[in-house]
């Protein structure tokens, strides 16, 4: 597990990284509560072990900083403190912390409550995953893909750059449900986005909008370099027949884009204008890309 520590004692931040460490944790120690906001910012870390009494920034504050952020991964807090009366445990809960330890730290006990900390992780990832992915193809959801693109839009602005978005609709979909059956259609959709998925850059995303319609967002991208895009992704879904239970079946997908370059705001806008064009590459034939 990837662990951030702050400790101004050194002592003790020097020992409780090298009990970490011995037990398998990557570890980040600073010695302050403002050096720690500036690490889990800048990285994520499921997990804070963080002293109470430190100068500037102490352990309560940073509580309650990390708890104020709306992030996607939770941080699971352990305090850590040599007080050891009611009122603090109230006090440090209610800050956001999730347990404590108390020092000088007992080695076996760290390791229990590190397990315990795993435990709950791993079920807040599993929820995570299953609130922001699509279940059958595991590209994001209509709500995630959705999101990131509010968030792009943002940022475009700011930085005055393009946003793209373009939508994909596989062409005749009806058609192969009605001739191989809905789980070989299924399998199709899924090769479909592995393809999609495989094109895509960096900063790009792919999301599942709608039954056999996906959301593709394109950072950084001006109408014509999402056109070479939008041209690679119908190639990638042509190119060659999808494996299916029922054999091979040929695939072809039409794309509608919309590009947003600071002037477009309103994210239903640019949607309903990629869909504009989705229409018209329907219209001139399907498996084509239109503007
Ligand atoms: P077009 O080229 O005009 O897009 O034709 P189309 O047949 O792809 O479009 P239409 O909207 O008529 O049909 C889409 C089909 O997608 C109908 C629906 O049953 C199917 N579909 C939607 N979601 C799923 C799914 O999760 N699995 C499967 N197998 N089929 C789905
Ligand atoms: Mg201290
Ligand atoms: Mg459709
Ligand atoms: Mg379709
Ligand atoms: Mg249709």
Redesign the pocket.
């Known amino acids: 597990m990837k662990i951030l520590i702050a400790e101004d004692d050194t002592t003790s931040r020097l020992l409780f990284a090298a009990t970490l460490r011995k037990l398998g944790h990557t570890v980040t120690a600073v010695e302050d509560g403002r050096k720690a906001w500036e690490a889990w910012q800048k990285d994520e870390y499921p997990l804070l072990i963080s002293d109470w009494m430190m100068p500037d920034i102490d352990g309560l504050q940073l509580c309650r900083m990390i708890r104020g952020e709306p992030g996607l991964q939770y941080t699971y807090i352990i305090l850590l403190t040599a007080l050891d009366s009611k009122g603090s445990y109230l006090e440090g809960m209610d800050a956001g912390a999730d347990d404590f330890i108390t020092k000088p730290f007992d080695e076996e006990q760290l390791a229990a409550r590190l397990r315990v900390a795993e435990r709950i992780l791993g079920l807040h990832q599993k929820l995570h995953i299953q609130a922001t992915r699509d279940y059958?193809t595991g590209v994001w959801n209509r709500a995630s893909i959705m999101d990131y693109l509010q968030k792009e839009l943002k940022r475009g602005a700011r930085q005055d750059i393009c946003t793209s978005v373009m939508i994909a609709?596989?062409?005749?979909?009806?058609?192969i449900?009605d001739t191989y059956g809905?789980p070989t259609?299924?399998e199709i959709?899924q090769e479909a986005a592995r393809r999609m998925s495989g094109v895509l850059r960096g900063y790009d995303r792919v999301g599942r909008y709608g039954?056999?319609e996906f959301l593709i967002t394109a950072s950084g991208c001006d109408w014509s370099e999402a056109l070479a895009l939008g041209e690679r992704i119908c190639s990638s879904i042509r190119s060659e027949p999808a494996n299916s239970r029922a054999g091979q079946i040929d695939m072809t997908v039409?794309i509608g884009i919309a590009t947003s370059c600071g002037q477009v705001n309103d994210i239903g806008e640019l949607i309903a204008a990629a869909d504009q064009a989705l229409y018209q590459a329907?219209e001139a034939g399907?498996n084509q890309v239109k503007l």
Request: proline residues 0%; aromatic residues 6%.
């Open positions: 059958l609709d596989l062409d005749h979909f009806k058609r449900n809905h259609g299924d959709l039954g056999e039409s329907k399907r």
